[in-house]
């Protein structure tokens, strides 16, 4: 089986090379992504998926702080495909952000397009993923941003760096699984198994399968750029007997601090330090679902494992325990050490005064549906309102003044208050629309984020578009504003988990001129509605305003 799928691998890989002409440091970044479908037989079945240069995950785009990626993506499946570097801030060039229908039609089968972005005073880990349809599922990488050359990290250089991407499998077609859920109008299946770059580890009928080996020497530091590219699951990470230093999330330093077990949320990016100080032998790694709500997920564990060098292939690996599923108290311990690095040369600008104070529930609903099962759907929403993706890209829309494709009436706060996480309304009902709340360049925002027990509570990772924001509080139960806000932590990030049944406070500056999604990263919730988009207006002079789009943007 692994000989198999490295035949094709290698067969498949058109990675541009790229040699510097001059001694000078190279500034550009090329790329090409050919789109296509690739057997694996990863769980011992073979099933054709779609895939990045025939891999699974895909390519590694490494670049340096303020470098320029070129990506030319060609498509050469039967699905519309488009491409979202996720937490690249995108100033000024919405048309590369990637969310089909939201900055750009998508590329249709046959056709290509060239993503052209700087990587402004970024550096860390982030990733890429298809923005269409569940293609994501497959079709995913890592992006490595270094430091620019001279500056270190602003912790002890590790020996060596790993990028280590989680993910979800299904043993049918994703395309067919949600089309089946939202025909019936009820939730999809969930997934068969987790991965770890790729593989799961042994599992049933499959015991050939060993999963992925990091290879160590003793005494070293590795760095982990550990990457959940799961579409609906938040996921534990453990290895056996090994801390794990924080150091960095979602391309931002954090203040290091060692943990045994890291939260990580569909979206969401963590570079940990591990110290190779265990006597030489065979390490279990675990990766296993968190879920506090009573809601069905796959429930099965993914494996690889640390091999240190001289250990025998006889010798037994180390075992270690997954968190429960619900091990909220695990969780939050998690999420509340991460605290900003802050410091000279990376400060916390965190907007200090409010210029719109903005309320958002997120949750879930039920809207009549003639030809589903029980003739409703469940649907999702942000302030009762489900969105409706248009047929024309709003950011096209919005650069050409092209009317009746969206209205700018999102509304700041719940039309109909109630008590949010307690009794629930008779009516489970929403709005449906595409809706954008619009904001004048460099406003400053506050955006409470409340979960609510509509059907059910469930924690709920939001990511948004074109912005870093910090993360200035979170907490169970209904926000108090007169309360809460005396509790306030201080976290960058561009992906946050809103807890069960409780709520994060986010704020971030408008300095980016476009159309930029916020949505849950939940496949099935964003699938579901829960959506919306921000306008931000062009500022004063071309330095503020969105660039024209390029010549090769494609068309729906």
């Not at 302030?383 to 009436?409: C, E, K, R």
């Not at 001129?513 to 959506?531: A, D, I, N, S, Y």
């Amino acid at each position: 089986m692994a000989s198999t799928w490295l035949q094709v691998a290698a067969f498949m890989v058109v990675l541009v090379a790229w040699t510097c002409p001059t001694l000078v440091e190279c500034r550009i970044r090329n790329y090409k992504f050919n789109v296509v479908m690739t057997n694996t037989t990863r769980l011992c079945k073979s099933k054709p998926i779609v895939t990045v240069n025939g891999r699974f995950p895909g390519p590694t785009i490494i670049a340096r702080e303020d470098d320029t990626v070129t990506v030319k993506v060609v498509n050469h499946v039967k699905y519309n495909v488009s491409i979202h570097w996720h937490g690249v801030r995108q100033l000024r060039t919405g048309w590369a952000d990637g969310p089909a229908y939201i900055t750009q039609c998508p590329i249709q089968p046959g056709g290509t397009y060239v993503y052209k972005f700087t990587l402004t005073g970024q550096r860390g880990t982030l990733w890429w993923h298809a923005h269409v349809l569940w293609l994501r599922a497959t079709v995913h990488g890592a992006i490595v941003i270094l430091p620019k050359v001279g500056v270190p990290y602003p912790f002890p250089k590790p020996n060596k760096e790993v990028v280590v991407v989680l993910g979800e499998w299904w043993k049918s077609d994703t395309e067919a699984v949600i089309n089946q859920a939202q025909k019936l109008g009820q939730a999809p299946n969930v997934s068969d198994a987790h991965t770890i770059n790729g593989n799961p580890g042994p599992v049933g009928n499959c015991l050939a399968n060993g999963g992925y080996k990091l290879q160590v020497d003793q005494e070293k530091t590795y760095m982990l750029r550990i990457i959940n590219a799961a579409l609906n699951e938040e996921l534990f990470f453990k290895i056996a007997n090994h801390k794990l230093t924080v150091v960095e999330v979602d391309a931002v330093y954090v203040k290091p601090f060692t943990t045994d077990t890291i939260l990580i949320a569909p979206g969401q990016t963590t570079n940990a330090i591990i110290t190779t100080t265990q006597k030489a032998g065979k390490y279990l790694v675990a990766v296993s679902p968190f879920m506090d709500a009573p809601i069905a997920v796959n429930n099965l564990t993914a494996t690889a494992s640390v091999h240190y060098s001289g250990a025998l292939t006889s010798t037994a690996t180390k075992l270690v325990t997954p968190p429960p599923q619900n091990a909220t108290l695990v969780a939050n311990s998690f999420v509340n050490a991460l605290k900003s690095l802050n410091s000279v040369m990376y400060p916390a600008k965190v907007p200090l005064t409010i210029d719109h104070s903005l309320f958002f529930t997120i949750g879930l609903g039920v809207n009549p549906c003639k030809t589903c099962v029980n003739g409703s759907r469940v649907v999702a929403d942000i302030n009762n309102v489900t969105f409706v993706m248009p047929t024309t890209a709003l950011l096209q829309a919005h650069y050409f003044n092209i009317s009746g494709v969206f209205t700018d009436d999102f509304p700041s706060k719940p039309l109909m208050p109630y008590n949010y996480t307690g009794t629930q309304p008779k009516n489970f009902a929403t709005n449906k629309g595409t809706k954008v709340y619009r904001l004048p360049y460099n406003a400053t925002v506050q955006l409470v984020l409340q979960d609510t027990g509509m059907i059910a509570a469930e924690s709920h990772p939001v990511h948004l578009h074109g912005f870093n924001f910090f993360v200035v509080g979170r907490g169970l139960g209904n926000f108090n504003p007169n309360k809460d806000p005396k509790g306030y932590n201080l976290v960058e990030r561009n992906t946050v988990g809103v807890p069960t049944g409780g709520w994060t406070a986010i704020r971030f500056r408008a300095d980016n001129p476009g159309v930029w999604f916020m949505h849950c990263h939940l496949e099935v919730h964003t699938t579901w509605g829960l959506k919306m988009a921000f306008v931000v207006d062009n500022g004063q002079g071309p330095l503020e305003s969105v660039i024209p789009p390029p010549s090769d943007l494609p068309k729906c």
